[in-house]
């Protein structure tokens, strides 16, 4: 699905993701490791989906904002304040803003990340103000 024919902010929005397969382009899954798709951005809202190939590596960084990772299918370990957390499918794993972080996979996997951008200016209606 092209992100021209979707919508990814508004003021509700319903995503199913029934199938993998059409959010992710498994083509690029295969030569780097990884892919990812944003599925919605919302002020400072950003919600991806995310998939890494067998072997497949997220390298350790940091964000400003909180994040979520759900695991979706398939093994997913992350590294995050000097410990691993090996995730279950169905897990939920939230991680505090400026802590490095990093996800590995070894047979693959996909996972939703939910970034909180904190430091955006916003109006009264909760959208960002840039």
Sequence with gaps: MSSLERTITGNVLVQHLTDDEML??????????????????EGALRVTLIALAANGTLPPHSTVGPISIQ???????????????????RDLLVVASGVEHSARSIAGGSFLLTVVHAAQAFTEEGRSAR
């Design 24 to 41: 992710v382009d498994r083509k690029l899954v295969e030569q780097h490791g990884r892919s990812a798709r944003t599925l919605v951005k």
């Design 71 to 89: 695991l979706l299918d398939g093994d997913i370990t992350v590294g995050a304040a000097g410990k691993e957390y090996v995730l279950a499918q």
